[in-house]
Antibody, heavy 119, light 107 residues
Framework: EVQLLESGGGLVQPGGSLRLSCAAS????????MSWVRQAPGKGLEWVSS????????FYADSVKGRFTISRDNSKNSLYLQMNSLRAEDTAVYYC????????????WGQGALVTVSS | EIVLTQSPATLSLSPGERATLSCRAS??????LAWYQQKPGQAPRLLIY???NRAGGIPARFSGSGSGTDFTLTISSLEPEDFAVYYC?????????FGQGTRLEIK
């Protein structure tokens, strides 16, 4: 059974930094692209970032480009999202998501990590 | 970026009825469209990928159709557990984008 467990969420001041982690199990992590998708309170889904299986290619939404960095450690079956220069509009539940093989859609999701940016 | 517009915003139906949800893309996405279901407090669940392929474990009452710019998610006979928010998502081009969602509520 695929399991994705996010951690690292919390309250941070505007301009601050936070690092999200996602621990994966139940599948061959190194064989799949992974992504982060967020959802602001009461709002819809917004894709944030994706990383290919080898980690050699990364993709970002314009809203986070230059501030967020996605990475992975295949030896630890882990996905990360380093978030810098956080803004109030980054407040959201951040989901770690496994990509359906070769399809760039998301067939497994974590339970989400809440990030609140507020002074 | 490709904008996905879902309609209606809210759909009120009764169990046993047929639901038809629409997703329109601002430019062609070929068949690279997926549908998700999200219930309150839960993560989304993949229902359909590549316009018409059911994801693993998804009941046959869910079906998807369309190509190019116009897509439809059909639930043939609503079960009580189907009342939720539904999102479409395109993977044709970066950035990946989602529609704003359709809320399916009990009438």
């Amino acid at each position: 059974e695929v399991q994705l467990l996010e951690s690292g969420g919390g309250l941070v001041q505007p301009g601050g930094s936070l690092r999200l982690s996602c621990a994966a199990s139940g599948f061959t992590f190194s064989g799949f692209a992974m992504s982060w998708v967020r959802q602001a309170p009461g709002k819809g889904l917004e894709w944030v970032s994706s990383i290919r299986d080898t980690g050699t290619s990364t993709f970002y939404a314009d809203s986070v480009k230059g501030r967020f960095t996605i990475s992975r450690d295949n030896s630890k079956n882990s996905l990360y999202l380093q978030m810098n220069s956080l803004r109030a509009e980054d407040t959201a539940v951040y989901y770690c998501a496994k990509t359906l093989l070769g399809k760039n859609c998301f067939d497994s999701w974590g339970q989400g990590a809440l990030v609140t940016v507020s002074s | 970026e490709i904008v996905l517009t879902q309609s209606p915003a809210t759909l009120s139906l009764s169990p046993g009825e047929r639901a038809t949800l629409s997703c329109r893309a601002s430019q062609s996405v070929s068949s690279y469209l997926a549908w998700y279901q999200q219930k309150p407090g839960q993560a989304p669940r993949l229902l359909i990928y590549d316009a018409s392929n059911r994801a693993g474990g998804i009941p046959a009452r869910f079906s998807g159709s369309g190509s190019g710019t116009d897509f439809t998610l059909t639930i043939s006979s609503l079960e009580p557990e189907d009342f939720a928010v539904y999102y479409c998502q395109q993977r044709s081009d970066w950035p990946i984008t989602f529609g704003q969602g359709t809320r399916l509520e009990i009438k």
